[in-house]
C-alpha cells in the first residue's frame, strides 16, 4: 500500500479484543511480534519507527480530512503533544510496549499528568460511554506500575471456577486484586470470549 501510494492512516482496534494503548500497536508495526514476544512477521513486513510514527500522525490526519491542522507539532497546528516515559527512538524494541504519557496537552490544556508531573493533573472528567471498562479499571495497564511477578500473575486470564454464565472459569480471576469483581458488569471477571463463537 505505501508503494503503491494509498494514504495510510494507523490507529487502535479500539475494542475489547485489541489494546487502546498506542504504544502497543506502535511495537507490534515496529518488531513484528505480538505482546508476549511471538514472531508474527518478518522485516519486509514492519516499519520501521519513523515510518510508524508519522503513519499514526500525519497520516492518519488524511482520514479525517485535517491534513495540515495536525499530526505535526508546528506553528499553525493543534497543540496536541504528550512528553513521554522513554525515547521511543532509542529504547530496545521490545520496550516500545512499555511507553507511557506522562504529560498529554490537548489543545493547549494539560488533560493527563503522571510522575514528574503529576502536580499538573486536571480534575476528572466523566467517562463515556456509561459501560466502558474505564470506569470500573482506570487507565490500562502500566509496566511502570507493576509491582510484583504476582500482580502480573494475576492479571492473566485464569480459567478456574464456573461463572455460570458462559461455561468459562473465572475463579482465579475473581478472587484476585484487580478490580473486576463485579461478576455480573459487562467486564467483569475480566469478560468472556462469547463474541467469538
Known amino acids: 500500500m505505501l ?5 495510510v492512516g494507523l490507529g487502535t482496534d ?6 487502546y494503548n498506542p504504544w502497543t500497536a506502535l511495537y ?26 508519522m503513519l499514526w500522525t500525519m497520516g492518519s490526519s488524511w482520514f479525517s480530512n485535517e491534513q495540515g491542522k495536525k499530526g505535526q507539532i508546528k506553528a499553525g497546528q493543534l497543540a496536541d503533544f504528550i512528553a513521554l516515559s522513554a ?3 532509542r ?14 496537552v490537548v489543545d493547549g490544556k494539560i488533560v493527563y499528568a503522571n510522575g514528574a508531573f503529576s502536580s499538573l493533573t486536571p480534575p476528572s472528567i466523566p467517562v463515556l460511554p456509561d459501560w ?19 500482580a502480573v500473575l494475576n492479571q492473566l ?15 482465579i480471576a475473581r478472587q484476585s486484586s484487580i478490580p473486576i469483581s463485579d461478576d455480573n458488569a459487562f467486564w467483569g471477571a475480566l469478560g468472556c470470549s462469547c463474541f467469538a463463537f
Open 14 to 19: 479500539a475494542t475489547r479484543v485489541a489494546s
Open 132 to 150: 466502558s471498562p474505564v470506569i470500573k479499571v482506570p487507565g490500562h495497564y502500566s509496566y511502570l506500575q507493576q509491582e510484583t511477578k504476582t
Open 3 to 7: 508503494n503503491a501510494e494509498v494514504p
Open 157 to 171: 486470564h485464569q480459567c478456574c471456577g464456573a461463572c455460570h454464565v458462559h461455561g468459562h472459569q473465572h475463579d
Open 91 to 104: 529504547v530496545p524494541e521490545n520496550e516500545i510496549k512499555a511507553i507511557e504519557s506522562l504529560l498529554t
Open 28 to 53: 507490534w508495526l515496529v518488531s513484528g511480534r505480538t505482546v508476549g514476544g511471538m514472531q508474527m512477521y518478518d522485516s519486509d513486513n514492519r516499519l520501521d519507527r519513523d515510518t510508524a510514527l
Open 87 to 89: 525515547d521511543y527512538f
